[in-house]
């Protein structure tokens, strides 16, 4: 077994032993205030608990599955973003062509792109040549109403559902010297700190929230919660600069810089449900909603983690 | 032989629901019944799509699904052995004659039409089957939400009054799978099921369809997002 496989088990047994810890409170909690399953607040912790295992697990598998585990599930990961997004735009029948390869030529590509590693064109692929080729399938249809909202809402779904998702497997693709076979791990500290800082944010916002920072937006996301929850987050970031090839100082400031697009990723998704008059993107993960209102954070942080990381530790091998 | 195109009908019914609710990770919203309440029903729902009857099928509790008929036009489904295979054993439908389009309604009652369509849809009720029907006749194709109601709705209600008619809405199918559409899109879709409605006493055809309609109507989950067609 490698380093970078032991430092992984390591951290998937550590994460593991959270949820443990995680299911017997909730556990505790359901058997002394809500035994019949009557107060909605356990109810729902529960079952964002339950949720929360099977997306470990998940998690897990890829991780251990290489290269192509991780492909295939960020794969998935977009597909079932993009249907939770195109539900809720204006394409309707006459952008039936144009969804179709928005879902079964566009998606794929761009996976396979990053299969390959081809970042010449996967980090331009779809703002530059699906931006430009698709709105010309849409004109196609002849259907002349509503035409900009339909091809910019298409547009947009597919450059946070699929070129933002797509930029997490992409970390693999990263050569940083002393850091070989390590870039899973750098993945899985990504989606570690993005999550905990939205977990981390809620609890700091129960306690502590006083003051709202998009009243009108969402009533839960409040400067304290926003301040505890990406302080805390950084801070664990920071003791878990073992797993990335970045020193404590430069781990902590990264995991500033994820926290804070993560949260802001949080607000516009907000937003966008708040404009289409929906409370979560889907129904598919019990207690979360759907797959975009888990994904949201981490889908605003990946592309520039990546391209960060890229830009100050990238080195091509002489 | 028999048999096993029985058991051939019965996987391929497997198949067709996983498919079906891979596609459109369908939600049930079960608004107005309880779905196990053991009630024979007529569902009647809108139509813009071929899936429709796949759709409120798949969500119904296995239990029940055996027992639901979904009542399709003839003409389509007795095209071709696949079809025919499809809509009569897998689903069990029941075949209706339909009218050309634009022929007026079809003959309210025909009780000298041993294939007329009200008998042999109250036939099948009294064999203890649920209807899964489509009011509008025909599939939706254009921008209206739901087209006028035929009349048969109001000779079954009359013909069956103690039978509950649950108006079911399939929201997004027709963006799934629009017309001349032969890969469907993986968009989500809702099946909402509203409250039973009745005959009045007294009630004519007309308010009977209107109230009927408009029951289906107000089941849309989100009546103004939409604006392109």
Redesign the interface.
Known sequence: MTAAQRDLLLVIAGIGGVLVLASAIGWLLARRYSPQGQNAAIENLNDRIRAWWLMVLALALAFLGGRAGVILLFALCS?AAL??F???T???????RT??AA??IVLPVQFWLVWIGWYGLYAIFIPVWVFLLLPILSVLSG?T??YL??VAEMQWALMICVFCVSHVPALLDLQIPGHGGRNVLLIAWLVMVVQLSDVLQYVWGKLAGRHPVAPRLSPSKTVEGFLGGTLSAALIGTALWWMTPFRPWQAGLMALLVCALGFAGGLVMSEIKRD??VKDW???IAGHGGFIDRLDSVVFAAPIFFHVTRYFWHQVPA | MAAIRAILARIAARILTFVARAITAVQPLWVGIDPDAPRQRVYFANHASHGDFILIWSVLPPRLQRLTRPVAGADYWQRGALRRFIGCEVFGALLIRRQAEGAGPLPPDGRDDPEAPIPRMAAALDEGSSLILFPEGTRNQGDAPLLPFRSGLYHLARARPQVDLVPVWIENLNRVLPKGAVVPVPLMCKVVFGAPLHLAAGEDKAAFLARARAALLALRPRQDAQVAP
Do not use: C, I, K
């Open positions: 597909l249907r939770e195109m539900t809720l204006n394409a309707g029948r006459a952008d039936h969804l179709a879902f079964f259907e109403r509503n909202v339909r289409r008059g889907g129904h598919s």
